[in-house]
């Protein structure tokens, strides 16, 4: 069936992301405006806007699938394209456009539930032959069965949620004493998140590094891989920097690493665009993870590097056509590298900094590709997740995309909010970093500040503090800044105050 | 560092970890670094907002709060915090603050809306500076509550599983 019009049932950057590339394939495009949100910029970019203000529930519009069936219907739209998080992988949803006679831009009912459900897609990547941790082969039910499982795979080992994602229902256990109150806690956490308390327990890989494959298969049996990421880069399970290629992998333990990726993805009949996840050892083992079946927030650096538009490919695939590339087309060329700028204040260890875009300046050269939801004026809220932007930068090698990275990153200027900015320019500097042993393991282990400056700086900073001061108390020509309101302006715009200076 | 002239019409801007940078008034638009004084300019366009211009190089600066004669400052994305100070007023706080000795107590609030998903002390436990003491969830992340200071925890206000607005008081710790 032949995609018309598209409901993208999301917001934010990638929202913006689905609607550029169904401009340029001249499919329509509708959005849902929310009261969150009701001038948000990515509503500028779709042909129909859906008013959903009005709506009071608790529960985001985009999280509801009944609704979201029924704006889709209401719009004409005959497809729907979930993008990342909200209902993405979720399976009932999947099948609710099918049964409605709504095309859903992303994998099968089926292979969604087999991927997103650990033990099954564990069991399938057993049956395939894919190295993996070693763990339990079911759920486990209790903290004794536990300690047995985790005595033979030998300690330390990490339980995860079997309904898991994100870091959330986590632990690691690294003796048999702290087993008990570790599979409570996490066993409850996992109910509370994802309404399922059952667990599973894998041999827990010291300092890994992480490794994904991206994958495209289409709705007749094709399957192929579009190489690597490395992810390594991350806090608490949360990717802030993501790489293609990996300096990691040599073409040899690529070809392995994809044809593995590949077979697991034929297993289950995966069509659309989908990423399996991989650990790879200081001794370049590497294990599956899990696979993601979704578009992914890092996609653009696979974009750079192969210059394949994925969301081209999963709406070419979601109308049933049949994949033009075949694995052989398949080259990569140069170095991408994305940097995840959120509103968090890295001096608060990366606390959220929700607040209003005072401006927003991102770099226009061209080896820098901007992918934003925001822009000046707009609101971080506190509904959804921090990000502003995503700088992806390229190169023709990892060091000179290392170094394009370093020139844009002091080309960002973002005024309103607090940003993660300070971490990536400290980040592009470290040792580790520019010599490619980092691991996940880098932001707990091998820096004791998420940010660099300068003593300079501080007193730069001390010296306008001082300036401020004598402008406000001491001059004539004071700008009577009263101490009493001093509390009630808006401090974010100093620039008015100091034309008046 | 900065030419701390002797002359008594100065002011200090007294960093958070007490690192001091003295001013001599009129406070001049240079700053000296060894022998050589390098240029410090404040300007502002329509584009890009405030920003100093520092050995040919500009930095985005702003203020985040500012309250009396406490600054936070932001300068090329990184926050500081400063009081300034005349000798006098610095002479003063530092007799006060010998003075008060150990009473002081610091209250945790809440950074952002969110939900108290785990506090992870009790009442009369002893906390680190940089140790974390509540976990907030808000904006799809857990968020780690660290202690500012190191202290004894005297009262907890938040409560497992219940909502939590800006600013609410979460944790009170006697210094």
Do not use: T
């Given at each position: 069936m032949k995609i018309k019009k598209i409901l993208i049932a999301n917001r934010g950057e990638i929202a913006v992301r689905i609607m550029k590339t169904a401009r340029m394939m001249r499919i329509d495009t509708v959005a849902i405006k929310t009261a969150v949100e009701p001038n948000a910029m990515y509503l500028d970019s779709a042909d129909v806007v859906y008013d959903n203000s009005e709506d009071t529930a608790e529960i985001p519009v985009f999280l509801d699938i009944d609704k979201i069936i029924a704006i889709a219907k209401k719009t004409k739209a005959n497809a729907i394209h979930p993008g990342y998080g909200f209902l993405a992988e979720n399976a009932y949803f999947a099948q609710k456009c099918i049964d409605n006679k709504i095309i859903f831009i992303g994998p099968s009912p089926g292979a969604i539930y087999k991927m997103g459900n650990k033990t099954i897609a564990r069991r399938i990547a057993q049956a395939n032959g894919i190295p993996m941790a070693?763990?339990?082969?079911g759920n486990i039910c209790n903290e004794e069965d536990a300690v047995i499982i985790a005595e033979k795979i030998g300690y330390p080992v990490i339980i995860k949620a079997a309904s898991g994602g994100g870091g959330r229902g986590m632990r690691i256990v690294r003796k048999s004493e702290e087993m008990e109150m570790m599979f409570m806690t996490a066993s409850k956490e996992a109910e509370l998140t994802f309404n399922d308390p059952s667990l599973f327990i894998e041999k827990y890989i010291e300092n890994p590094k992480h490794i994904e494959f991206q994958i495209l298969g289409d709705r007749k049996g094709n399957v192929i891989h579009l190489g690597e990421r490395e992810c390594s880069i991350q806090r608490k399970h949360q990717k802030l920097l993501e790489e293609a290629?990996?300096?990691?992998?040599d073409d040899k333990l690529r070809k392995k690493m994809g044809d593995m990726a590949v077979q697991i993805a034929k297993a289950v009949g995966y069509s659309s665009a989908g990423t399996v996840e991989f650990l790879l050892d200081s001794n370049k083992n590497f294990y599956f993870m899990e696979m993601n079946t979704r578009i992914q927030v890092e996609h653009p650096v696979t974009e750079i590097i192969t210059g394949i538009d994925l969301i081209e490919q999963q709406i070419r695939i979601a109308s049933d056509e049949e994949l033009k590339l075949n694995q052989e087309d398949i080259k990569l060329n140069g170095w991408a590298i994305e940097c995840r700028?959120?509103?968090?204040?890295v001096q608060a260890g990366f606390a959220p900094d929700p607040g209003k875009i005072e401006s927003l300046n991102m770099p226009t050269d061209k080896y820098v590709r901007v992918d934003t939801g925001?822009?000046?004026?707009s609101m971080i809220v506190t509904s959804y997740d921090s990000m502003i932007a995503k700088l992806i930068v390229k190169g023709k090698d990892r060091k000179e995309a290392i170094k394009n990275c370093k020139m844009a990153l002091d080309k960002v200027w973002i005024k309103g909010t607090k940003t993660t900015l300070p971490f990536f320019r400290m980040l592009i500097r470290h040792q580790k970093f520019l010599d490619g042993t980092f691991t996940t393991a880098f932001i707990e282990k091998?820096?004791?500040?998420y940010y660099n400056n300068s003593e300079y700086e501080e007193m730069l900073a001390a010296w306008l503090a001082t300036k401020l001061f004598v402008e406000e108390n001491l001059n004539d020509n004071s700008i009577n800044v009263d101490y009493k309101n001093g509390k009630e302006m808006n401090p974010w715009l100093l620039n008015k105050r100091i034309n008046q200076f | 560092m900065v030419n701390d002239n002797l002359k008594n019409k100065k002011l200090i801007a007294l960093s958070s970890e007490n690192r001091k940078f003295s001013f001599s008034l009129p406070l001049k638009h240079t700053i000296r670094i060894g022998k050589r004084e390098y240029d410090v300019k404040l300007k502002a366009d329509e584009k890009y907002g405030t920003y100093i211009l520092w050995k040919n190089r500009k930095y985005p600066v702003e203020i985040v709060r500012s309250r009396q004669n406490k600054y936070e400052i932001l300068f090329n994305d990184i926050s500081y915090t400063f009081t300034v100070e005349t000798p006098f007023s610095l002479k003063r706080k530092e007799v006060l603050e010998s003075k008060r000795g150990k009473t002081e107590k610091e209250y945790i609030r809440a950074?952002?809306?969110?939900?108290?998903?785990?506090?992870?002390?009790?009442?009369g436990s002893e906390v680190l500076r940089g140790e974390a003491v509540v976990i907030l969830e808000a904006m799809k992340m857990r968020n780690d509550i660290l202690s500012p200071v190191s202290g004894t925890i005297v009262k907890i206000s938040a409560r497992p599983n219940t909502n939590v607005m800006k600013d609410d008081l979460l944790v009170e710790i006697k210094i």
């Open positions: 070693m763990g339990s082969e290629p990996s300096c990691s992998l700028i959120n509103a968090e204040n925001v822009r000046a004026g091998d820096i004791d500040k | 950074p952002m809306p969110g939900k108290i998903i785990d506090i992870l002390v009790r009442e």
